[in-house]
């Protein structure tokens, strides 16, 4: 399984609403239940009607688009980083995981996936 760094810092945030949210940038990731509004965002595009933001994240994709009958792709990179007390953030599109990281945390996550066997493409 190959792994696609992502060069941008990311804010895991919750909005007051999704007005002032960019849709139109490279990464935006939003979630809404009965509770709150979310949304994960670079971190020079948070909007101003945030409620709370968590800075600090760095991000990474398993490369490719993942089949819905793949089982357990998510969970053993999950495993792994717990294994080794590494927390994650993680978000799912249609066709793949994106997994993100405290930076002060990232790189040493990554030395120990490559450790384990997955490949990183830039």
């Known amino acids: 399984m190959e792994i696609r760094k ?17 849709l139109d940038s490279k990464y935006s990731f939003i979630g809404k239940t009965d509770e709150e509004k979310s949304l994960v965002c670079i971190t020079g595009e948070v909007p101003s009607n945030v409620i709370q ?16 009958s793949l089982v357990g792709i998510l969970a053993k990179i999950a495993t792994i980083l717990a ?8 978000v799912s599109t249609y066709n793949t995981d994106y997994v993100l990281i405290k930076k ?4 040493r996550g990554l030395e120990i996936l ?3 066997g997955y ?3 830039d």
């Open 6 to 22: 992502i060069h941008q810092e990311f804010s895991v945030c919750q909005v007051e609403d999704y007005s002032l949210v960019n």
């Open 114 to 116: 490559k450790s384990m």
């Open 104 to 107: 002060e945390n990232y790189q």
């Open 53 to 68: 933001r968590d800075d600090g994240w760095k991000a990474f994709s398993i490369k490719g688009v993942l089949d819905f």
């Open 119 to 121: 490949e990183f493409a």
């Open 83 to 90: 294994d080794n007390n590494i927390s994650i953030f993680a």
